[in-house]
């Protein structure tokens, strides 16, 4: 079976394996329906998670970076854009001393 990649309605691509010519409409409808069953995350917190965000941050902006001079700055830019939504999604937001 072939895997389709789709944009969901968080902005992440999503690999999904799916028959031979599946729509683009049967797809998504798949997609969503195995969202919607998903529990709600709640966003990794404590002195680990902020460790952790840290880390994903900063290798992050190096790949950012890297890919700014060795390739496309705009889609280097757009790429660690999105890597930044999904940081910030996945931590919550805290202060650590």
């Given at each position: 079976?072939?895997?389709?990649?789709?944009?969901?309605?968080?902005?992440?691509?999503?690999?999904?394996?799916?028959?031979d010519?599946?729509?683009?409409?049967?797809?998504?409808?798949?997609?969503?329906?195995?969202?919607?069953?998903?529990?709600?995350?709640k966003?990794?917190?404590?002195?680990?998670?902020?460790?952790?965000?840290g880390?994903?941050?900063?290798?992050?902006?190096?790949?950012?970076?890297?890919?700014?001079?060795?390739?496309?700055?705009?889609?280097?830019?757009?790429?660690g854009?999105?890597?930044?939504?999904?940081?910030?999604?996945?931590?919550?937001?805290?202060v650590?001393?």
């Open positions: 079976m072939p895997i389709y990649s789709v944009k969901g309605p968080d902005g992440r691509i999503y690999d999904v394996q799916g028959p010519g599946a729509s683009d409409e049967q797809v998504i409808a798949f997609l969503q329906q195995h969202l919607a069953e998903q529990p709600e995350q966003p990794k917190e404590g002195l680990i998670a902020g460790l952790e965000k880390a994903e941050s900063t290798f992050s902006q190096l790949r950012s970076g890297l890919g700014s001079l060795l390739g496309s700055g705009d889609e280097a830019a757009r790429a854009l999105e890597r930044g939504e999904d940081i910030g999604r996945r931590y919550a937001d805290q650590i001393l």
